[in-house]
């Protein structure tokens, strides 16, 4: 129900997050700091919740505006066997198909009911970012400007498998569609 806040793990709850700055100043030409910077970061992947995915004809069935049509707000009710009384006898989806796709993710074990808000997870995080400052001269005595370059996730620049970031575009997986 899109209307009322559900108990649950919010969608960008990160649960553990470790931080390490480290940090060098030098100065190779006098009165003007030159900085190195390493900023390393590993922390736990954000959540996701996994949804039935609705056509604008059955997302009218339970209420919505037409205008949410395509959507996947509804959290998977999971059955717990052929004969529950909560699956439709007009579905087009067998019991069959429902346990294949739900165990295909690890849901079988919440049969008879609602899967969790936010209990799917993304992968670990793990980056590592550099900045180089530089001082300079300004252009009146006594001022000083500053030229500085970051390098954002310096780990993947080193290799392709390190430091990746896998994101999702919204917080939610459909496993299965009405349509």
């Known amino acids: 129900d899109r209307n009322?806040?559900?108990i649950g793990t919010a969608d960008y709850e990160v649960e553990h997050s470790f931080k390490v700055t480290l940090g060098y100043t030098h100065e190779f030409f006098k009165g003007y700091a030159s900085k190195f910077n390493l900023f390393f970061q590993r922390r736990s992947g954000t959540h996701y919740s996994y949804t039935w995915d609705?056509?604008?004809y059955y997302s009218q069935d339970f209420g919505d505006q037409y205008e949410f049509d395509n959507d996947s707000s509804y959290l998977m009710y999971i059955p717990t066997g052929p004969n529950d009384p909560n699956l439709s006898p007009e579905s087009k989806l067998s019991y069959e198909q429902i346990m294949a796709a739900v165990n295909a993710v690890g849901l079988?074990?919440?049969a008879g009911g609602f899967t969790s808000k936010g209990s799917g997870t993304s992968p670990w995080v793990t980056t590592l970012?550099?900045?180089f400052q530089q001082e300079l001269p300004g252009f009146a005595k006594g001022q000083k400007g500053l030229f500085y370059f970051t390098i954002q996730n310096l780990a993947?620049?080193?290799d392709k498998?390190?430091?990746q970031v896998k994101t999702m575009q919204y917080t939610d997986?459909?496993?299965l569609s009405f349509a």
Do not use: R, S
Request: proline residues 5%.
């Open 4 to 6: 009322h806040e559900m």
């Open 161 to 163: 498998d390190w430091g």
């Open 173 to 175: 997986v459909p496993v």
């Open 156 to 158: 993947n620049l080193l």
């Open 54 to 56: 609705m056509n604008k």
């Open 129 to 131: 970012d550099f900045q």
């Open 108 to 110: 079988g074990g919440d």
